[in-house]
């Protein structure tokens, strides 16, 4: 048996995949939360020096999505078949894309609210309409089961809703997902129990 430990802040950011993955296969880890004002004098110990970071048996492997792509084969949660896998990796990378372009770091509140209300009025509605598409009225984004990337779906919305409430109130079928995301117990769990962060 493995021992995985995840390094993060104490926000859901980009840790919460792979803590949804790891509530979902019940694996246990350690749930690291670095504060931000000893974050300095970690740093320079951070390969790459960023967060997150995750150890397995004392490797460390940085990069959210490669943390998340790793626990998601261990759980079998990656699809299930090359095709799968490969229409899996595709529609996280156009969620991560987006996530991207949010302007995490501006300052200046009144440029922050004009690039939010440009991604929000004129990116959000086409990547949202593909992924309605996408997932049709299935249970699920890719194939008949679910995958890391229905749960990633669930991890941006909550995020995404904290800048613009009402972003996804024309898409019903990701909506009635992220409803079925949450609906999962373990996950369902998770989310009554995690420690709650506005990000
Ligand atoms: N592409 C990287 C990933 O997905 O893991 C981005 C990592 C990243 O930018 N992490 C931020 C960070 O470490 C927090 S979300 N910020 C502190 C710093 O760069 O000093």
């Known amino acids: 048996m493995s021992t995985y430990k995840l390094s993060y802040f104490n926000m859901r950011g980009r840790a919460e995949l792979a803590r949804y993955i790891f509530a979902y ?23 790459f020096l960023h967060l997150p970071v995750m150890e397995v048996d004392g490797v460390i492997i940085h990069q959210s999505l490669a943390i998340s792509r790793y626990l998601a084969r261990e759980a079998g949660l990656v699809g299930k078949s090359i095709l799968e896998q490969a229409q899996t990796d595709a529609l996280v990378d156009s969620l991560n894309d987006f996530t991207t372009l949010i302007p995490w770091n501006e300052k200046d509140k009144i440029l922050k609210k004009k690039l939010l209300d440009d991604l929000f009025d004129n990116e959000a509605p ?44 024309n898409y019903p079928n990701l909506l009635a997902l992220k409803d079925r995301v949450e609906a999962i117990p373990q996950i369902a769990e998770w989310i009554k129990n995690r420690p709650q962060t506005v990000l």
């Not at 990547?127 to 990633?152: A, H, I, P």
């Open 126 to 169: 086409v990547l949202l309409q593909n992924l309605e598409n996408q997932l049709g009225n299935k249970d699920w984004f890719v194939g008949d089961s679910v995958t890391w990337v229905d749960f990633y779906w669930d991890v941006c919305f909550t995020t995404f809703i904290t800048l613009r409430q009402d972003f996804a109130a």
């Open 25 to 47: 296969a019940g694996i246990q880890y350690e749930d690291i939360r670095i504060e931000w004002v000893n974050w300095p004098t970690i740093k320079p110990s951070i390969p």
